[in-house]
């Protein structure tokens, strides 16, 4: 039998898993971890339970996602083996050893497919590091960017292709039932946000960490594409804002978590709601969780949608090319980003 060395983890970057100055947040900036809010709790909703009403199903999607941009899905079509398949990959891939993983490492964000870390400049301007790590890398069309990926853990190419291309199917069918929700064609979102759209996935890691209080996992931000599949591994650590709050987002086995993102924010003029939300950190297990975006080509030119603005509901935000949206978003780095406030007319 092969036996496995277990290594101790150590960050892609070659930062050891210890609690150093760079991880430890400002006071102002801490998570307050007891100071949540369990008045309320992320909608689920079962997409299987209205096969008999389909339009009961539209409105329910409709209303929470102008109330919370954020809920959980359940009997959603995605295999739950390779929900499980893909995770594991990962969490194989991310307790390689780090000399395995650093050829992903870059600082270069043009490259497609990286390991990366992120950070915010502190009130000093000093960088607080992020205790996590990130792997990002397109997740379709499959042919393009299978040759790029791991070879390591040996199933990683095949799992994550299978699981992308069902977690697509399940990506399109929530764009038509939110298209309904605002009372259009079911293809109308797919639609304005234009042809051959960029699909990227980050595979968020987060180990255990010794300080939970002094550090966080993801910071409060607000995803800037268009909708996001949020696969967890079961491990608390995602809080979302609701009414001033962070509310913590208790994991669901075999639910998806979707995150309405700002392109849809924007083209709803403001209807459907792109929430912050953060990562926080616990002392006891690794969290991992994989999100799979849909965003727009950056010559796409996104704003309200006309259907939806008329003398009585103006547009709140200006046209831009999506491209402009990105350069605001480099622009932001290292701050708590406000990106589609920078477009409000
Ligand atoms: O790890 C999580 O639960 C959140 C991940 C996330 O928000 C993201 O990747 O944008
Ligand atoms: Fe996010």
């Keep these: ?4 060395k277990i290594v101790p983890f150590r960050f892609a970057n070659n930062t050891a898993l210890c609690l150093s100055p760079e991880f430890i947040l400002p006071e102002e900036k801490r998570p307050c971890l007891c100071d949540v809010s369990s008045m309320h709790s992320v909608p689920i909703i079962d997409l299987k339970g209205y096969d008999e009403c389909e339009h009961g199903l539209v409105q329910k999607i409709s209303e929470v996602s102008q109330q919370w941009g954020m809920f959980q899905v359940i009997n959603h079509g995605v295999s739950p083996d390779l929900c499980r398949g893909v995770l594991a990959a990962l969490l194989e891939f991310f307790q390689l050893p780090p000399e395995e993983r650093s050829i992903f490492f870059t600082k270069d964000h043009s490259e497609p497919v990286k390991i990366l870390n992120y950070y915010f400049n502190g009130s000093d ?3 607080v590091a992020m205790w996590s790590e990130t792997f990002t890398h397109p997740w379709h069309p499959t042919e393009d960017f299978k040759h790029y990926l791991p070879t390591n853990p040996p199933q990683y190419r095949d799992v994550f292709a299978a699981y992308a291309k069902e977690a ?5 069918r929530l764009l038509s039932l939110m298209s309904q929700g605002l009372g259009l064609e079911e293809g109308s979102l797919v639609r304005r946000l234009g042809a051959n759209p960029n699909f990227y996935s980050h595979a968020n890691y987060y180990p255990p960490c010794p300080e939970p209080e002094l550090t966080m996992g993801l910071n409060e931000h607000n995803d800037i594409t268009a909708l996001t599949i949020l696969q967890l591994n079961g491990v608390p650590g995602l809080q979302v804002e609701y009414d001033g709050k962070w509310v913590p987002v208790d994991p669901v086995p075999d639910a998806f ?4 993102a700002d392109q849809i924010q ?3 003029n403001g209807r459907y709601k792109s929430p912050a939300h953060r990562a926080v950190t616990n002392r006891w297990l690794s969290r991992l969780s994989l999100a799979m975006f849909y965003a727009p080509n950056d010559e796409v030119v996104i704003g309200p949608m006309e259907e939806l603005t008329d003398e009585e509901l103006p547009p709140i935000y200006r046209n831009y090319r999506h491209k402009e949206y990105m350069e605001e978003f480099y622009r932001q780095q290292g701050k708590r980003r406000r990106v589609k406030e920078a477009f409000e007319l």
């Design 266 to 268: 924007v083209l709803s």
């Design 168 to 172: 697509g199917t399940l990506m399109n």
């Design 125 to 127: 301007q000093k960088k």
């Design 1 to 4: 039998m092969e036996v496995k």
């Design 257 to 260: 978590v979707i995150i309405v």
